[in-house]
């Protein structure tokens, strides 16, 4: 087994639509990764520090870029979350693949629904393709 950095590029974006999983190529995925919210207390008497105590682990939303696409699941999914308010949320898993096309590491996000969409500007002086973004909400992660 090698022992090297695997690259950022290679990776998989998996939506469980009503328990079936549709793999979908996105551009760039950004949002993986996890805060711990603390309170600062201080001790009564002692004024040289604070003591830092955990609260609570923060996400950030998880979002999603590729190629502009029409009419399939994933669109029809965000247009009926923000449209119709109609907020079904599904586990999404994104994986970090090796040269063989496998998981070396794989992230479940779970109850993820979709918080925002945008397109890129068009630009008539540019021949630059129109790229999504799909912002999504989700409760938490973990690795597999």
């Known amino acids: 087994m090698a022992t090297y950095p695997p690259v950022g ?81 599904i586990p999404v898993v994104v994986s970090l693949l090796n040269e063989k096309h496998e998981p070396l590491k794989s992230y479940a996000f779970i109850n993820a629904y979709p918080l925002k969409w945008s397109i890129s500007n068009f630009n008539a002086e540019t021949s630059s393709i129109v790229v999504e973004t799909i912002e999504l909400y989700y409760q938490f992660f973990r690795t597999l």
């Open 9 to 89: 590029f290679h990776f998989n974006v998996q939506f469980q639509f009503k328990g079936n999983p549709v793999n979908i190529g996105f551009q760039d995925v950004s949002g993986i990764s996890v805060d711990v919210e603390t309170e600062s207390v201080t001790e009564g008497g002692e004024n040289r520090f604070t003591y830092k105590l955990p609260i609570r682990s923060t996400y950030p939303n998880l979002v999603l870029k590729r190629g502009f696409v029409t009419n399939e699941a994933l669109s029809m999914w965000c247009k009926n979350a923000i449209e119709n308010m109609e907020i079904e949320p």
